[in-house]
Structure formats: C-alpha cells, structure tokens
C-alpha cells in the first residue's frame, strides 16, 4: 500500500468516528427524550422547582426571578421535550448521512447537518440548562434539583463531537477525492 492510500485511508477513519459519535450523541439524547415523554412527571418536577427556586438559598434579591405558575412551568417543560426530539431527529439525519457520505465519499451534508443537530445540544445545555437554570434561577444553590453536572457533562461531549466533526479531513470532499485519487494511482501501477 502506498503512503498516498494510507493518508487516503487516515482521511476517512475522521468521516467514520465524527459519524460514529454523532449517532451516539443522537442515541443519548433520542433516550432522554423517550424518557422524558413515557416518563413525563420525573423531570416536569425536577423543571417546575428550578423555575419556582423552592430549594435555592431563597435570596430575596433573587426571588423575584422564580415562575411559579404550573402552566408556565409546564409550558417550558414541554419546549424542552420538545427540544429534545427535535435534536434527536436531526442527530438520526445526520447519522444516516454520515453512514451514506462513507459509502459514497462525501461529508459535506452530514456535517452541516450534525453541526445543527450538536449546536442544538449546546444551546439546550449551555444556554438552557447552564446559563438560564444554573444562574439566572439559581440551580447551583439547590442540593435536590440541581442539574449542573449533567448538563455540563453534555454540553462538553456535544461540544467535543462538533469540534471532531469539522477538524480538517473529517469529510472534506477535496479528501474524499485526493483519496480516489490515490486509489486510482496504485490501481494504475498495478497494472
């Protein structure tokens, strides 16, 4: 084998783990939200305290913050299962896209799509889950509805998937083809 088909070869091995983690990152979330639409009341609670701040420090210069209408409550708890769903079925899209770009030697729509999908998770985790639920309704000082470490813990996996989707040769069509290229070059010397 050449040192041009083993470059080749090294460029599609990024195509096959960005695709691979991509579909694991859409398993993850496609369970959290089957989980949290059969299993609807678990997390609803765990929603409906953080926005209420039953169980934070009770700062009076941070109460004023706290929603305590079960409907808003409920509403926000069902833009995030929906959410959820969402990202899941994009996720799937670019997973089949990824898995159709291997066979076929192009990347370029599962990545726009995976980029979506993860970009969604990160708006989910960070700006959701991390910024508006961990600081502005003051998850942190909670011990029982605290989801920090979750979200943290997702929002860094989403974040690493992405970066791995878009590192140079993870799908590029100028590889896909310098590898065609390649294999028709050893295929020419064989001859």
């Known amino acids: 084998m050449t040192s041009k088909t083993q470059t080749a ?10 695709t691979v983690l991509t579909g694991t990152v859409a398993l993850y979330i496609a369970l959290v939200a089957f989980g949290n639409i059969t299993d609807f009341g678990t997390n609803r609670e ?9 169980t934070t420090f009770k700062d009076p210069d941070l109460m ?26 994009v996720l799937v899209v670019a997973t089949a896209q990824g898995a159709i770009g291997l066979r076929r030697g192009g990347f370029a729509r599962a990545r726009r799509t995976a980029t ?16 508006v639920g961990g600081e502005w309704f003051a998850m ?22 992405l970066v791995l989707v878009h590192l140079k040769g993870s799908g ?18 064989g001859r």
């Open 9 to 18: 070869q090294t460029h599609r091995s990024l195509p096959l783990a960005a």
């Open 172 to 189: 590029d069509d100028v590889v896909d083809r310098a590898a065609e290229t390649a294999e028709a070059a050893e295929a020419a010397e």
């Open 140 to 161: 942190w000082q909670s011990h029982d509805w605290n989801g920090l470490d979750a979200a943290a813990r997702n929002f860094t996996v989403a974040g690493i998937v």
């Open 116 to 131: 979506a999908g993860l970009l969604m998770m990160l708006l989910l985790f960070g700006a959701g889950f991390l910024a």
């Open 64 to 89: 004023w913050r706290a929603i305590t209408s079960r409907s808003l409550q409920d509403a926000a708890y069902l833009g995030i299962v929906a959410w959820e769903t969402v990202t899941a079925a």
């Open 46 to 54: 765990f929603v409906r305290h953080v926005l209420a701040m039953d």
